[in-house]
């Protein structure tokens, strides 16, 4: 079945720097790859997402990149802030099988000031 | 803003019992989705809906079933709790704009089950 797997599982870093978490996806047919964020207590929230026509988004200090041919996303944070702090997961959407989102594991971000 | 409410933050049941989870979108979503989230393990999808009376089995639909009686409202059911089902539940929607174009999912608060 449709399967994303997230690494790493715990990443972490000096404030200020720069945090790289990469997913990768089985589902050809997936065409949306959203991020979402959960700090802890909270529901996931969705901070930024790629759709399978685009090779890059940005949104200030987030971005993502998704490479189709390898079927992998990464998120990229850059000038890391302790508010951060928190796990992210990925996931894969596609048009075929409902419209199931397959999320990865999650990557537990500590960001140390 | 978009409001996606579970109606229980913490439950404890015994086991053996039947469970009842609920949740409440106000946005006329068409989507509707149960996922449990254990440690190490993500989000899991129990189970789908993408339309009132219509529910589709996610990855882990064993030992649980669903109703969608009415379209914002989307109930998780226990049907014989057991200590295996110690877990966040966590319910979201999004809604289906037509074509393949998808959207993101909203997510409720998150009910922590617990079976004693």
């Known amino acids: 079945g449709e399967n994303v797997e997230q690494h790493p599982s715990t990443l972490s870093v000096q404030e200020g720097d720069s945090a790289v978490i990469k997913c990768t996806y089985s589902?050809?047919?997936?065409?949306?790859f959203p991020w979402y964020k959960q700090e802890l207590g909270k529901r996931p929230q969705l901070i930024i997402d790629i759709r399978s026509n685009v090779g890059e988004k940005k949104d200030q200090r987030i971005a993502v990149t998704l490479n189709k041919t390898a079927k992998h996303f990464s998120l990229h944070i850059t000038e890391t802030q302790p508010e951060d702090s928190a796990v992210y997961f990925c996931a894969a959407k596609g048009s075929t099988g409902g419209f199931k989102t397959i999320f990865g594991a999650g990557t537990r971000l500590f960001v140390k000031a | 803003d978009v409001k996606v409410t579970q109606s229980s933050r913490y439950l404890v049941k015994r086991t053996g019992e039947k469970v009842f989870l609920e949740c409440v979108q106000d946005?006329?979503?068409?989507?509707m989705f149960w996922y449990r989230q254990d440690p190490g393990l993500g989000l899991r999808l129990i189970y789908f809906s993408y339309d009132v009376k219509m529910k589709e089995k996610g990855d882990i639909p064993e030992g649980y079933s669903v109703s969608r009686e009415k379209k914002e409202r989307f109930s998780l059911i226990l049907e014989s709790a057991s200590t295996n089902q110690t877990s966040m539940y966590l319910c979201?929607?999004?809604?289906?704009?037509?074509?393949?174009?998808?959207?993101?999912?909203?997510f409720g608060q998150g009910t922590r089950l617990t079976v004693v």
């Open positions: 589902d050809s047919a997936s065409n949306y």
């Open positions: 946005m006329d979503h068409e989507n």
């Open positions: 979201a929607s999004s809604s289906w704009t037509g074509g393949r174009t998808n959207t993101e999912a909203f």
